[in-house]
């Protein structure tokens, strides 16, 4: 597909996704609580706006929450507090994929909806997941982009967030799986998968210590937003040789992109922010009101995005797929970067 055509298309699924009007009153009287990995992450931070204003103009009411650092203690110390206040659904993005079972199966106990997006707790955690994009569509994008990047050989190291992140790992396993089981990608050579927990500090010293031990590292992927800001800054920085790609926020990565030199970054992949956020408020509302219980096969309209169809998950549990990832470049990073 052109690229200006993506670009465009990327446009009009945004500005839908922010003007969607919801059935009025579906989420009247509700009380919903939206746990996030963390305070301070930008992506959350646009999500979790779409999401609240989502449901405030249903008629319902949001609490953000956010641990006070990126584990799964921290957010069962979250939990724990929401479990003993009146709401109707928690809305979680995992710190873990099985640490915040008993948790959450605590809160489910309790009459408590358990609705997930952006990074999934297990199945037996959870009663629906949004996910921002297919975890296989996600993975080969990624080592497809390594690939180009590198030109097809080379060494090559991950930049994660935390090591116990669902949605990350899962990602990654697609990316060795894909890598494993296709010839074309036999050349490459992935040398670490080093972690930053979503720190920007922290990512950028893992960023230089993969640089001090491979000096002939020619791609680090980083699929975490505060990882590949930071990674793109301090490779951009030294003019280092080595380049960047992953999943990052147009905003963020603006002075980084370009496929000369001069950047660090020639692309980069992410997902309608937005868009994931009104889906997943409206996956929630549908949750409470008994429309879906997050079976296989079930359907829901989420307001002006459409109809969704529950899909099975990787992980033998269900998924609600918001899209395709989309990628940002120099021909369209300066228009994307206005948006999010």
């Keep these: ?194 972690y930053g927990d979503d720190e920007p500090q922290k990512s950028t010293d893992q960023t230089q210590a993969l640089l001090d031990k491979y000096p002939d590292l020619k791609v680090i992927c980083a699929p975490t937003t505060v990882g590949i800001a930071a990674a793109a800054k301090l490779l951009q920085d030294n003019g280092s040789a080595c380049k960047l790609t992953g999943l990052g926020l147009p905003s963020e990565m603006v002075e980084y992109t370009g496929a000369d030199d001069a950047h660090s970054c020639p692309y980069f992949y992410l997902w309608d922010m937005v868009g994931l956020g009104n889906l997943s408020a409206y996956a929630t509302i549908a949750l409470v009101n008994g429309d879906i219980t997050g079976a296989l096969d079930e359907t829901f309209t989420a307001g002006d995005l459409g109809d969704y169809t529950i899909t099975e998950a990787d992980d033998g549990g269900t998924e609600i797929v918001l899209g395709l990832p989309l990628q940002f470049n120099e021909e369209n990073i300066e228009e994307m970067a206005k948006l999010y």
Excluded: H
């Excluded at 009153?25 to 609240?52: P, Q, R, T």
């Excluded at 990074?119 to 955690?125: I, Q």
């Design 1 to 194: 597909m052109n690229k200006k055509l993506v670009s465009a298309i990327l446009c009009g699924t945004m500005v839908l996704a922010a003007a969607a009007p919801a059935m009025a009153g579906s989420a009247d009287g509700m009380k919903i609580a939206l746990v996030g990995k963390s305070a301070g992450n930008a992506f959350f931070e646009i999500a979790a706006g779409a999401f609240e204003e989502t449901v405030t103009a249903e008629g319902g009411e949001v609490q953000k929450s956010y641990p006070e650092t990126a584990t799964a203690d921290a957010q069962i110390k979250v939990l724990d507090n929401l479990i003993s206040q009146d709401f109707d659904a928690i809305c979680i993005s995992a710190n873990d994929v099985n640490a915040l079972q008993a948790k959450l199966e605590e809160a489910m106990d309790a009459g408590i909806m358990v609705s997930a997006f952006d990074s999934a707790p297990n199945p037996d955690s959870r009663q629906v997941f949004v996910n921002q994009a297919g975890t296989v569509a996600v993975g080969q994008a990624l080592i497809d982009a390594v690939y180009d990047i590198a030109g097809g050989e080379g060494q090559w190291a991950v930049l994660s967030a935390t090591s116990q992140a669902a949605n990350q790992n899962a990602w990654i396993d697609a990316m060795k799986t894909i890598m494993e089981g296709d010839e074309k990608y036999s050349k490459l050579e992935l040398v670490e998968v080093a």
